[in-house]
């Protein structure tokens, strides 16, 4: 079970009242834009929502003063796990987007990953042209160690062709986390 406030926010795992809210922006076309998969319907939010419910592996971010979940994190052990890295990634309600909470959140949960849960060193990819995700990472301490071109698709074109996009790849380590970003 994970809980973790902020001023703003709460961490924490999924609960059946994110049905809605999960459902409200993963409906959307524009959420997967540099995201793989396609809009959902309610029933497969809460398909997603009793999924996610089992684990700590993506987590809902929850507006304080309100108790509505705006967005949710990922943060997944990478194989070899004896290697003690994760994985960071996010994904907010579009209203909610330019408010700094992605960041608020992100920089919670690595400030508990290093301090609770003996994390080594955390990595998060993103698309170049996605520079509000590239920004957010370097705001949260994370520096940029590649470039990678065309390394990933999550489309195919009218004729079942890959379209290819380049990613970034931001880490940070224990030592490296800024105390009080």
Not at 36 to 44: T, Y
């Amino acid at each position: 079970m994970t809980r973790i406030e902020t001023e703003r926010l709460v961490v924490r795992n999924f609960e059946d009242r994110d049905v809605g809210d999960l459902h409200e922006y993963l409906s959307l076309e524009e959420t997967y834009r540099f995201e793989p998969g396609s809009p959902i319907d309610l029933a497969e939010a809460g398909k997603l929502v009793d999924e996610r419910k089992k684990a700590d592996v993506f987590l809902a971010v929850e507006l304080r003063e309100t108790s509505r979940m705006i967005g949710h994190l990922y943060f997944a052990l990478m194989e070899p796990e004896e290697f003690r890295t994760w994985e960071l990634g996010y994904i907010f309600n579009p209203r909610f987007h330019n408010r700094g909470f992605g960041t608020e959140a992100s920089r919670a949960l690595l400030g508990h990953g290093f301090a609770a849960m003996d994390v080594h060193r955390v990595i998060a990819k993103c698309d170049p042209v996605n520079v509000a995700s590239w920004r957010l990472l370097e705001k949260v301490g994370m520096r940029r160690e590649g470039h990678f071109l065309k390394s990933a698709f999550f489309r195919r074109d009218g004729s079942g062709s890959p379209l290819w996009h380049d990613c970034y790849q931001y880490a940070v380590l224990r030592g490296e986390m800024p105390r009080n970003p």
